[in-house]
C-alpha cells in the first residue's frame, strides 16, 4: 500500500458541495482518494510521500470527451480547409503509418493531453486495416504505457469511404468483440472499448442497427460524430435517398440513449435536441474547431436549455492544432454567450463541470473521475497560480476558464501514479519521443505525397 499527500495549496473539489479549501491536503492511498480537506484535519498516520504544492491549486483532472490522436502528425496542415478537403489531406498521412508511426503517434497524443491536464480521454481512431499490424493493438498499447484514463473508440466505416478505411459489418464485429475481450476495462478499469460509426453516410440503416446490437452484448458504449457541419445533412440526404436528419436517423435505428456520446454537434435542429434530451443521450462540445472551420458558434445554449448532459472536447491534434481543454473551456463560453447573445448563456462553474463531472458521466465514468472525494479515483492535477496571467486570483472558477491555460499545469497523477512532475514526464524520453515523431511524421507526409512548407 502507498500514500502520497499534496499539501500546502488550494485545493477546490468541484465536488456536489463545491467545498474548496484554501489550505487543504488530498491524501491518495494506492489508486484511490482517502482524504480530502483542511490540512488541520488530516487524519494521523504514515505517508510514504508528501507533494508540497505551496502557491498551487490542487483540482482534479480533466475529462477530454473526443479526440482523433492518430492525426497527429497531420498538425497545422490545412487549418484553413473545410471538413471534406481537410480529411482528403489527412487520411493518406495515416495510410502511411506503420505500427511504429502509431504507437508514437499516440504516446505524443498521451503526453501532450496529460501536459494540459487532461487525464481521461476518448480516442475516436481513425486508421486502415493493414495486414502488417492491428492499428488498435498499437493506440491501446501507447495508451497503457502512457498512463492516461482512456476510452478507445475505433470507427467504423461500411461503406462509401476510402477503401482501405472500410471494411464489412463481420470483420468489424470479430475485432470489436475481440477487443473487447481483450482491453475492456484494462488496466484496473483505466482502459476502455467502445464502438460506432465515424460518419453517418458511411453506414446503412442495418449497419446502425447491428453496431448498437454489438454495443449491447459487450457492454460498451457508442461513441460517433453527429450533424458536425452542414454538408452532414446533405451527404445523409444524398446516400439515404430520403431527407432525413442526423439524429432523427439515429432515433430511427435504436442508437440514441443514455451510452451513447454524439460528439462535434453543430448543425441540429431544435427537434434533434429534443429526442436527444428526451433519450438522455450524451454531448461532447469543441467550440476550437468548429471555430477553426468556419462553420460557426456552436448552438450551446439549446443543450442546456433542454436538460442535455454536457462534455467537453478538443477534438483532434490536427482539427484545432492543440489539446487544451481550458482553450475549449474558454471557446465554450464565448461561443454560447455570442450564440445567444446573453452573457449568461454558460458561467464558468457549469464549464468547469463540464471539462471534469459532468464530462464524466457523458463518456460513462461517473463515480470514477471528475471531482476530488473520498473513493474515487486518485486522477489529480496542480496548477501555478502565482502567474501574472492569474493574479489577483478574486474567482478561482473564472480564472481557470478566462485566463487559464494548459502549459499552468504543473503536476499530473493518473490512478495514484505521478506522471509529470514540476511538468517533466516521468514515464518517457520526452526530447526523444519529440525527435522520433517529427522523424516519422515527415516520413508519412513525404509516402502520402504531401509537399511541406518550408
Known amino acids: 500500500m502507498t500514500t502520497t499527500l499534496f499539501e500546502g495549496g488550494r485545493v477546490l473539489t468541484l465536488d456536489a458541495d463545491g467545498n474548496d479549501y484554501q489550505d487543504g491536503c488530498v491524501l491518495v492511498r494506492d489508486d484511490r482518494i482517502d482524504y480530502v480537506g483542511p490540512r488541520d484535519g488530516l487524519p494521523a498516520g504514515p505517508v510514504d510521500r508528501t507533494l508540497d504544492v505551496g502557491g498551487k491549486l490542487v483540482m482534479p483532472g480533466l475529462v477530454n470527451g473526443h479526440t482523433h490522436l492518430s492525426m497527429v502528425f497531420g498538425r497545422t496542415l490545412g487549418p484553413e480547409k473545410r471538413l471534406m478537403q481537410w480529411l482528403d489531406q489527412q487520411l493518406p498521412i495515416i495510410e502511411a503509418f506503420d505500427e511504429e508511426a502509431m504507437y508514437v503517434a499516440q504516446l505524443l497524443g498521451c503526453l501532450e493531453n496529460l501536459k494540459n491536464g487532461n487525464t481521461t480521454l476518448v480516442e475516436n481512431l481513425v486508421a486502415p486495416h493493414p ?8 493506440v491501446l498499447q501507447a495508451m497503457r504505457d502512457a498512463g492516461v484514463r482512456a476510452t478507445l473508440a475505433p470507427g467504423f466505416l461500411g461503406r462509401n469511404f476510402r477503401p482501405s478505411y472500410t471494411e464489412s459489418l463481420d470483420l468489424q464485429a470479430r475485432r470489436i468483440t475481440d477487443l473487447a475481450h481483450d482491453w475492456h476495462g484494462a488496466d484496473n478499469d483505466r482502459l476502455r472499448l467502445a464502438t460506432g460509426p465515424l460518419l453517418p453516410w458511411c453506414m446503412d440503416e442495418a449497419m446502425f442497427r447491428q453496431t448498437r446490437a454489438l454495443a449491447d452484448d459487450l457492454g460498451i458504449t457508442l461513441h460517433m460524430h453527429g450533424a458536425e457541419t452542414k454538408e452532414f445533412h446533405a451527404l445523409i440526404a444524398r446516400h439515404f435517398g430520403r431527407d432525413i436528419r442526423q ?9 440514441l440513449g443514455p451510452d451513447v456520446q454524439l460528439a462535434a454537434v453543430y448543425d441540429i435542429s431544435p427537434d ?3 429526442l436527444l434530451a428526451e433519450s438522455d443521450t450524451r454531448v461532447l462540445l469543441d467550440p476550437p474547431t468548429r471555430l477553426f472551420w468556419g462553420t460557426g458558434f456552436p448552438p450551446i445554449h439549446p443543450f442546456l436549455e433542454a436538460g442535455v448532459t454536457c462534455g467537453l472536447a478538443t477534438n483532434g491534434p490536427a482539427a484545432n492544432c492543440g489539446q487544451d481543454l481550458f482553450e475549449s473551456m474558454k471557446y465554450a463560453c464565448a461561443t454560447a454567450k455570442t450564440a445567444k447573445g446573453d452573457p449568461d448563456a454558460l458561467d464558468a462553474a457549469r464549464a468547469l463541470r463540464m471539462a471534469t463531472s459532468e464530462g464524466a458521466l457523458a463518456i460513462g465514468r461517473e463515480g470514477q473521475v471528475g471531482s476530488l472525494a473520498p473513493g474515487l479515483k486518485a486522477d489529480i492535477i496542480t496548477l501555478d497560480l502565482h502567474q501574472p496571467h492569474l493574479a489577483p ?4 472558477r473564472a480564472a ?3 485566463s487559464a491555460g494548459g502549459t499552468d499545469v504543473r503536476d499530473v497523477m493518473v490512478d495514484g501514479r505521478l506522471l509529470i512532475e514540476n511538468r517533466r514526464a516521468l514515464f518517457l524520453d520526452e526530447s526523444a519521443l519529440l525527435e522520433q515523431a517529427g522523424r516519422l511524421a515527415r516520413r508519412c507526409a513525404r509516402e502520402a505525397g504531401i509537399a511541406l512548407p518550408g
Not at 131 to 138: F, I, K, N, R, V
Not at 247 to 254: C, K, Q, Y
Open 400 to 402: 481557470l476558464v478566462y
Open 393 to 396: 486570483t478574486l474567482d478561482v
Open 131 to 138: 495486414p502488417g499490424y492491428t492499428p488498435e493493438h498499437a
Open 247 to 255: 439524429v432523427e436517423l439515429l432515433a430511427e435505428t435504436g442508437c
Open 272 to 274: 434533434e435536441v429534443r
